[in-house]
């Protein structure tokens, strides 16, 4: 299976927010040379980071480091693998100024987003 990318460029800003409230991960990155550094920032502090610049993204992800022989439940009661990633999620975030923001979701939520904010698949 391969990853599926969204377009969310008519409400970017809001579907964030509300891939936030319904998060099971979240964090931050700075570009550090030619290399992302984790950072602690609130969500609020990163979002003042979007500019007109800023490239969005909400992917359907496929964890290619999934093995459900070696899976384990997590505190939800999901299978997930070593790192904590279950064997499909919604990431979304973005790139702006050298800032990173990365939100997984669970993929019980897709089905919400799609209807919700009319999303379609954005084509590569």
Same mark, same amino acid.
């Given at each position: ?16 927010? *509300? ?12 570009? *550090? ?12 502090? +990163? ?11 909400? +992917? ?42 990365? +939100? ?21």
């Amino acid at each position: 299976m391969h990853d599926i990318f969204y377009n969310i460029d008519h409400k970017p800003i809001e579907i964030l927010k *509300d891939c936030y409230d319904k998060k099971f991960n979240w964090w931050t990155d700075k570009l *550090d040379g030619l290399q992302r550094k984790r950072i602690n920032m609130t969500f609020e502090e +990163i979002m003042e980071k979007i500019n007109k610049d800023t490239y969005f993204v909400f +992917i359907h992800r496929y964890n290619v480091m999934f093995n459900p022989e070696c899976a384990e439940k997590n505190k939800d009661g999901k299978l997930v693998n070593l790192f904590g990633m279950p064997e499909e999620y919604i990431e979304a975030g973005f790139r702006a100024n050298g800032y990173f923001l990365w +939100i997984n979701v669970y993929i019980e939520y897709l089905d919400y987003f799609i209807d919700k904010y009319d999303l379609s698949e954005r084509k590569l």
